[in-house]
């Protein structure tokens, strides 16, 4: 039988195709995967930030401040105040940005009420910053078809 050896140059072309279609392959095969990632990553913070928005408290119902108690102290006539008992009293401090405090005293029964709207307060912020958080993301992201990119027309 008389069989011919392939010439160096010939498997040398036939290893650079099969490289290069490795090479293709694995390329366009990184890529699907990594927009596929991407896109569930994009659909996991869109269903995040919905979920976030969907259980925060009403905004009628939030008090920004600190709820503090305080006593107060008759300087004269008040039997308590002279054996240095005072009168504890509850007040809500709101701090301003030029550097003032307003302070309202309360009545007992408003407590609750004012504790229940700090902590209100508190988690609608908290979920703000989230939802700052996950719209970054989504910003970084590529845009979608549906919303022509994020442009307006």
């Not at 925060?56 to 004269?76: F, V, Y």
């Amino acid at each position: 039988m008389n069989v011919q050896k392939p010439s160096a140059a010939t498997l040398l072309t036939q290893a650079d195709t099969l490289h290069s279609r490795n090479l293709q392959t694995f390329c366009l095969r990184f890529v699907l995967y990594c927009v596929s990632l991407y896109i569930v990553k994009q659909l996991q913070a869109t269903r995040k930030r919905d979920r976030l928005a969907a259980r925060l408290p009403g905004a009628t119902h939030i008090l920004r401040g600190s709820l503090l108690e305080r006593l107060i102290r008759h300087r004269s006539g008040c039997l308590k105040c002279a054996r240095g008992e005072g009168h504890p009293v509850a007040v809500l401090a709101v701090g301003y940005p030029c550097g003032r405090t307003r302070q309202i005293s309360l009545r007992r029964e408003q407590v609750p009420d004012v504790k229940r709207c700090l902590a209100n307060y508190r988690k609608l912020k908290a979920a703000i910053e989230q939802i700052c958080e996950l719209n970054q993301q989504l910003l970084r992201a590529e845009p979608d078809d549906e919303n022509n990119g994020g442009r307006t027309q």
